[in-house]
C-alpha cells in the first residue's frame, strides 16, 4: 500500500530566538488519523514546534502545510477558517477561570461558530460529556477542578469546534498514574470514533506505548527519526537509548506488553 499523504506538512522549518537556533531545517509530517507523539530532551523545541505548526509562532523559515495549504503565506480570512479544523490543549489548560466549563467550552462556538448562547451551551455539555466529565462538572470553576478534570474541560473545548486534528501539549503531565492512563485511553477511544489525527507533545513513556502510532524524536535541532516505537526505539543514539532503555523505559514498554497479552 502507497504511504498515505501527510495531512500536514512541515518542511525546512528554522526557529530563532536572538542568536540562539532552535530548529535549523527540521521536516515532519503528520498523517491522517494516526497519533503521533513527539519526544526530546529539554531545549529541543517541542513546544515550539507546535506553537509553529497551528500559528502561534512564526517561524524564522521553512513552509507549514495544514490540508494542502501554506499556513503562513495565507490571507488572515482565509487562515481563520483554516485554524478552526484544529484544536488545542496546551500544558496548563488555559481555561478562562472566571467562567465554568460549559462557558468556557460554549465560547468558541459563539465566537467561531455564530451559535445562540443556549445552542452554544447545549453542545457544550455534549462535548463536556465526551471528554468523560460528568454533567454536574459543567457549572464547576477551573479552580474547583482536580487536574485531571482540568485535563478533559481542556480537551472539551479543544473539540468544540469538531476539529480534525487536535495538538495536545503535555496532556497527562501533573497528572497521577491512573488519571494518566484514562486520559491515554479516552484518546484512543475519541481518535477511533472521530477520525481524529493528532499531535501531542511529552515525555511520558506509557503513552507513548499505550497512544501513539508514530514517535518523532527531536534532536540537533531536526527530527532525527520518526517512525514506530520500535524502530525509533532500536536507532542509535545516545539519548534515545537513555530514554527508551532506561529503567523507566523498560518498565512502560512492559506495562505495554501485558495490556496486550489477551
Known sequence: MPPQEPLIRVRGLVNRFGRQTVHDGLDLDIR?????????????????LLRSIVGLQRPSAGRIELFG??????????RSRLERRFGVLFQQGA???????????????????????PEARHLA?????????????AGKYPDELSGGMIKRAAL??????????LFLDEPTAGLDPIGAAAFDQLLL???????LSVLLVTHDLDTLYTSCDRVAVLAQKR??????????AATDDPWIREYFHGPRGRAAQQAAELQETP
Open 32 to 48: 491522517r488519523g494516526e497519533i503521533l507523539g513527539v519526544v526530546g530532551g529539554s531545549g529541543t523545541g517541542k513546544s515550539v
Open 69 to 78: 495549504e501554506d499556513l503562513l503565506s495565507l490571507p488572515a480570512a482565509r
Open 95 to 117: 481555561l478562562f477561570t472566571s467562567l465554568n466549563l460549559e462557558e468556557n467550552v460554549a465560547l468558541p462556538l459563539i465566537e467561531h461558530a455564530g451559535l445562540t448562547r
Open 125 to 137: 455539555r455534549l462535548k463536556l460529556a465526551l471528554a468523560g466529565l460528568p454533567a454536574s462538572a
Open 156 to 165: 472539551a473545548r479543544a473539540l468544540a469546534l469538531d476539529p480534525e486534528v
Open 189 to 195: 477511544t475519541l481518535r477511533d470514533a472521530l477520525g
Open 223 to 232: 527530527v532525527l527519526v520518526a517512525d514506530r516505537l520500535a524502530v525509533v
